[in-house]
């Protein structure tokens, strides 16, 4: 995405016209490295994110009210103390580098006016927020540093905040710019804007020499330059001309990127959006917010893996015991052959040749001996082995059906995992986890929540439909909530959630049974796009399975209807 300063000046125009005069409502830290800050301003409550984040840093105005944590991290404190109630002044950039500055009035202790700086970098990796006060000093800062190698600075509290140090020629110098132009001798002259010019991404650097009607592969002439200098003019105010429409890129259909405008050197497709922060919300909120339950899910991945590794270790081991267990008939006919035959048999013998009457044809077998023991020691050995071998095949068998299901209900838990996203989803699993053995409690998480995890509610047609997030959210939706007389429905021989369709008392007519195929089919392990067989039958004819784990029922009496696996976002009910 062109995260250059063109694009991001646009933005703080965007945000400097719609933020300035507005009141800091409350401020909270969803992230531990995003800010959110509620704004009052003309009757409207807006919503500023402000991201840290080192894939994904932004500052746009969100729909997105995220889930906060029960205990506020000390910067959010922080920023609570000091810019609670406070007015925005005016948004601006800051060295013409990806630097929002965002001037704020605020009381202290005393009542008296203060103003301080919000500073937020969007650039990459040093990506950070910081408060500094009137004298330029930082008061606080997310993400603190005694000194970056990279940006030269040292960013702590109590030491003067210094812009990072720049060695190329600042955009909006255009006599600068011009000269730049003039001296290139080169064959590549986008390559030289970027590593000469500063405020350009290399899909910028393209659309401005496209428009200026500039050979990438030649000197640009007088002209060249004078139209150069005239666009990059026009790209640093673009929010004051008709070619000003915020957009987002496509790629398979899906918002990929943002621009300020379509750009034409490109061969993508367009959208448009309302503003700039929609866009950006609309590309990167995705990205993000897969990012995030990566993140937040990390530790449970790893130790529902390492279950699931152990656990195939232990069924395979087993199945090789069985394996080797499985000649027990051989031994206990070795022995009574031996026993019916201890008049031919002498000690010290090596091996007997004796008739097999087990085999139809009553072939000559040749039994291995122990030449240290008598015939009928011999005898009594096979029939120790037959008998040891007896007991694995059984102890073996119990232990492999044990390992099966507890392997079963592991993996049926994976669904949870990949979507699992806010704290509450995430302890949830993770107590599931901890019951089933896969992870120790480590006491990392706040035990006590504000609330339960929620299922996800559909109105279709009238008719409500729940599906559980998880086996734990699944029993409760099934042996809990619902009657005998409302549908369930699972995904056919795959992993995935319950799904209730309560009737209250009313017939389903079919149209919603379809619905709820597709939708239980969507929150499965089913492959999207593809046809899915979906099991449906009254709640009555569901019973737990004998293994008593949460989630894993037994039925006989079903219907089955083959479905396109479909989120249904249009029927889905917001929280």
């Known amino acids: 995405m062109p995260n250059d300063f063109i694009t991001l000046n646009a933005l703080c125009k965007e945000l400097d016209s719609a ?20 704004i009052r301003k003309g009757g409207a409550n807006l919503l500023l994110a402000v991201s840290a984040n080192a894939q994904n840093p932004r500052i746009h105005l969100s729909d997105n009210r995220k889930t906060n944590p029960l205990t506020a991290p000390a910067f959010c404190m922080r920023l609570r103390k000091c810019l609670a109630g406070g007015v925005i002044n005016g948004v601006s950039m800051l060295g013409n580098d ?23 970098e969007t650039m990459g990796r040093y990506s950070n927020v910081l408060l500094v ?22 960013l702590l509290p109590s030491v003067r905040y210094e812009l990072p140090p720049r060695n190329k020629i600042p955009c909006t110098d255009a006599a600068q710019v011009a000269d730049a132009l003039k ?15 500063s405020g350009f991404s290399v899909a910028t650097a393209k659309e401005w020499l496209y428009i200026a009607g500039i050979d990438n592969a030649s000197k640009p002439d007088e002209d060249g330059i004078k139209a150069a200098v005239r666009v990059l003019e026009l790209l640093l105010d673009v929010n004051k001309h008709d070619a000003y429409e915020p957009c987002c890129s496509l790629v398979d259909g899906v918002e990929d990127d943002y621009f300020v405008f379509p750009y034409k050197s490109s061969s993508l497709s367009f959208v448009s959006a309302d503003t700039l922060s929609k866009a950006i919300e609309k590309c990167i909120g995705k990205k993000d917010e897969k990012y995030r339950r990566n993140e937040h899910s990390k530790h449970l991945k790893k130790a529902h893996s390492s279950a699931v590794t152990k656990l195939r270790k232990r069924l395979e081991k087993c199945r090789q015991r069985l394996s080797e267990a499985s000649g027990s008939d051989r031994n206990k006919k070795y022995g009574e052959l031996i ?21 139809e044809n009553m072939q000559d077998v040749t039994i291995p001996l122990d030449e240290r023991l008598t015939p009928q020691q011999n005898a009594q050995q096979y029939f120790k082995k037959y008998a040891k071998q007896k007991r694995t095949l059984e ?3 119990e232990q492999i059906k044990q390992t099966e299901d507890e392997l079963e209900y592991l993996l049926s838990i994976e669904p949870s995992i990949e979507t699992c996203s806010t704290d509450d989803e995430i302890a949830e699993v993770e107590a599931e986890l901890i019951s089933a053995g896969a992870m120790k409690p480590s006491g990392r998480r706040n035990k006590t929540r504000t609330k339960a995890a929620q299922p996800y ?43 209730i369709v309560f009737a209250e008392g009313r017939s389903i007519p079919d149209d919603v049974i379809l619905t709820a195929c597709e939708i239980a089919c969507f929150h499965s392990q089913a492959q999207t796009g593809t046809k899915t067989v979906c099991d449906y039958t009254f709640r009555r004819n569901l019973k737990r399975h004998p293994s008593g784990k949460p989630g894993m029922v037994l039925y006989t009496v079903y219907n089955s209807a083959t479905v396109v696996a479909d989120e249904h976002k249009e029927y889905l009910q917001k929280d």
Request: proline share 1%.
């Open 19 to 38: 933020l300035s005069g507005g009141k800091i409502d409350k401020i909270s830290m969803p992230e531990n490295d995003e800010i959110n800050i509620h």
């Open 98 to 120: 990806r630097i929002f500055c965002f001037s704020i009035t605020a009381r202290n202790e005393l009542r008296d006016e203060v103003t301080y700086s919000l500073i937020a």
């Open 133 to 154: 006060d009137s004298n330029g000093i930082i008061k606080d800062t997310l993400k603190q540093a005694s000194y970056d190698t990279a940006t030269k600075r040292c």
């Open 183 to 197: 001296n290139y001798n080169g064959s590549d002259l986008c390559g030289f804007v970027m590593s000469a010019i």
């Open 339 to 359: 026993t019916a035959n201890l008049y031919r048999i002498k000690r010290g013998d090596r091996s007997a040749t004796v008739q097999d009457y087990y085999d």
């Open 395 to 397: 102890v073996v068998g």
């Open 457 to 499: 509610f559909y109105d279709v047609n009238g008719f409500t439909v729940a599906v559980g997030k998880n086996n734990l959210q699944n029993d409760k939706l099934t042996f809990k909530l619902a009657n005998g007389g409302d549908l369930w429905l699972h995904a056919k021989d795959v992993h995935g959630s319950h799904v």
